[in-house]
C-alpha cells in the first residue's frame, strides 16, 4: 500500500510539470540528444485542466517486451518527460484522460498506461502507444447501374465505421444534400440514388472529436445499362458448398432479365432465380467432390451480355487423409515404439498420469522415449491440398508442435522438441498428442477434419 501511494504521489507530480532527471538520462541525452525521439501531444484535459504533454521513447526491459509480446510494428513505447498546463487549449480536439487507469485519447494516438518494474526508472511509468486509424466514410459501391423502370440509380449507401463522428453531413452535385443519420449501434450511414448516368459526387463533412474538422469527397460512377460498352455488371458473386450442395447467389442489378449457368464438370447448367429486384439465386447438386467453377452468363433488359465465374470447393464424406495402419511411431531404430491412434473425443486412461516431487522433478517414468516422431500418410484423392498439424490434445503447450501441407501420399519424421521459449520450459512427462488434417483454407464447418490422438512420453533426450 504505501508503494502504491507513493506512486501515486510521483506520477501527481510529474503530470503537473515537475520532472524527476536522472543522472542516467542526462548521460544518454549528453552523449546524442538526437537520438532521443519525442512527442508533442498538444492537449490533453486531466481533472479540469488542460495539459500540453511531451512525451520521449521508452526502451522496454527485456522482461516486459516478453511479458508484452506484441508483434505489431505500429505500436510504440513512451515515457512522460513533461506537461505543461495550457492558459487557452482548443477543447474541441482536446484528448482525454483516463483518471481511473491513467490511459489517455488523442489525435497522435491511444495511450495504454503501463508500469515496467525491471526497467531503468524505479517507477517505471510507461504508455503504449497504438495508431489511431482516421475516421473515413465507406461506400458500399463505387459503381452502380441506372434502373431502367423507375429511371434512378441503385442505391449507394455512404457510412462511417467509426460511431465517435459528431454531425456528418453530405451535398451531392445533383443537388441533394442532408445528415447522416445513427442507427440502433450508434454508426452512421445515409442511402443516396441519382437520377441521371455520369460521374457524381458526394462532399461529406463532419467532427472528428479528437482531430477537429473532417472532411472527404467519394466518387461514384452511375452507369447507363444501355451504353455499347458497359455490360451488366455481376455484383456479389458467391458461392458455398456443404457437401455436394452448391449455393450461388449474385445481385443487385434491375436490369437483369435472364441468368443462367454453366459448370467445369459437365453437370448439367441451368437457370437463376430472379426476385424481381434484381438479385438470383441458385443451387447446384455435384456427384464428384474437389475444386468447381461455376461460370455466370447474364443478359440485361438492353439484351447487353455479360460472363463471370466463381470458385468453390466441395467436399466429399471424408477428406481422403488417414494414417497408414493407425499408428504414429515415437523415437527411433531398436529405440523405436509405436501408439495407435484413439477419438479424441475420448477420456484419458489411468496410465497417462505422470507424478512430480515437491521440486517438481519426475519421479516415475514408462518407457521414456527420443522426441522423434514419424508416421505414414495416404491422401486420396492426391490433387487435394491438406494441411496438418500436430499439437497438445490438451493445450498444455501454447503452439502447434509442427505444421505443413502435403498433395501426395508420404512420410512424415520430425524431431519434435515440446519446448517453450517464451518461458525457457522444456515440457517432460506423458501427453497425447493430437494429429489433425483438414482440406487447406477450408472451414471445419465445410468439410471433415480428420483427428487422432497419440499417447507420448517426452523425456530430456
Known amino acids: 500500500m504505501k508503494r502504491f501511494f507513493l506512486f501515486m504521489v510521483i506520477f501527481g507530480l510529474a503530470f503537473a510539470g515537475i520532472q524527476k532527471v536522472e543522472a542516467e538520462e542526462v548521460a544518454v541525452t549528453a552523449i546524442k540528444a538526437s537520438d532521443v525521439k519525442t512527442l508533442n501531444i498538444p492537449c490533453v484535459k486531466a481533472e479540469g485542466i488542460f495539459y500540453n504533454v511531451n512525451l520521449k521513447e521508452y526502451p522496454l526491459s527485456d522482461a516486459k517486451k516478453k511479458e508484452l509480446n506484441l508483434n505489431s ?4 513505447f513512451w515515457e512522460l518527460a513533461n506537461a505543461t498546463p495550457l492558459e487557452q487549449a482548443n477543447t474541441a480536439t482536446c484528448g482525454i484522460w483516463n483518471e481511473k487507469t491513467f ?14 518494474m525491471e526497467g531503468k526508472d524505479v517507477f517505471g511509468f510507461f504508455w503504449i502507444r497504438y495508431p489511431k486509424y482516421p475516421v473515413s466514410a465507406i461506400v458500399s459501391q463505387s459503381t452502380v447501374d441506372m434502373d431502367l423502370k423507375s429511371g434512378i440509380s441503385q442505391d449507394v449507401r455512404i457510412y462511417f465505421i467509426s460511431k465517435y463522428i459528431e454531425s456528418p453531413s453530405y451535398e451531392a452535385t445533383d443537388g441533394k444534400s442532408g445528415n447522416f443519420t445513427p442507427d440502433a449501434n450508434g454508426y452512421f450511414n445515409v442511402t443516396l440514388n441519382f437520377s441521371s448516368p455520369g460521374v457524381k459526387t458526394v462532399k461529406i463533412s463532419g467532427t472528428d472529436p479528437l482531430c477537429g474538422a473532417y472532411t472527404d469527397t467519394k466518387t461514384i460512377t452511375v452507369k447507363d445499362p444501355c451504353d455499347e460498352i458497359s455490360p451488366p455488371s455481376i455484383s456479389n458473386l458467391k458461392a458455398t458448398a456443404v457437401k455436394q450442395v452448391v449455393s450461388v447467389s449474385f445481385g443487385a442489378n434491375p436490369n437483369i432479365e435472364k441468368a443462367s449457368y454453366t459448370t467445369s464438370d459437365g453437370t448439367p447448367g441451368g437457370d437463376f432465380t430472379g426476385d424481381g429486384k ?13 475444386k468447381k467453377t461455376i461460370t455466370v452468363n447474364a443478359v440485361n433488359s438492353c439484351q447487353k451480355k455479360a460472363s463471370q465465374s466463381v470458385d468453390v ?3 466429399g464424406d471424408n477428406i481422403g487423409f488417414s494414417i497408414d495402419g493407425n499408428k504414429v511411431y515415437f523415437g527411433e531404430e531398436k529405440n523405436k515404439v509405436s501408439a495407435s491412434g484413439s477419438d479424441p473425443t475420448l477420456n484419458r486412461v489411468a496410465s497417462d498420469l505422470v507424478f512430480f516431487d515437491l521440486n517438481r522433478t519426475i519421479t516415475t517414468h514408462e518407457g521414456g522415449t527420443k ?3 514419424s508416421f505414414d500418410y495416404t491422401l486420396d484423392p492426391s490433387s487435394t491440398k491438406i494441411k496438418v498439424r500436430i499439437i497438445d490434445n490438451f493445450h498444455e503447450f501454447l503452439n502447434p508442435l509442427d505444421e505443413f501441407e502435403v498433395q501426395t501420399s508420404g512420410s512424415y519424421s520430425k524431431a519434435i522438441i515440446p519446448y517453450n521459449r517464451l518461458y525457457d520450459i522444456l515440457y517432460l512427462g506423458i501427453y497425447d498428442i493430437l494429429i489433425e488434417a483438414s482440406i487447406s483454407g477450408v ?9 487422432k490422438v497419440f499417447s507420448v512420453q517426452f523425456q530430456r533426450p
Open 73 to 76: 510494428q505500429e505500436v510504440s
Open 103 to 116: 490511459d489517455f485519447d488523442s489525435c497522435q494516438g491511444d495511450f495504454r498506461f503501463r508500469r515496467d
Open 278 to 290: 434484381g438479385n438470383f439465386t441458385g443451387t447446384l447438386n455435384f456427384s464428384t467432390s474437389g
Open 313 to 315: 470447393l466441395v467436399c
Open 371 to 373: 522426441q522423434l516422431i
Open 443 to 451: 472451414s471445419d464447418d465445410q468439410c471433415q477434419t480428420y483427428r
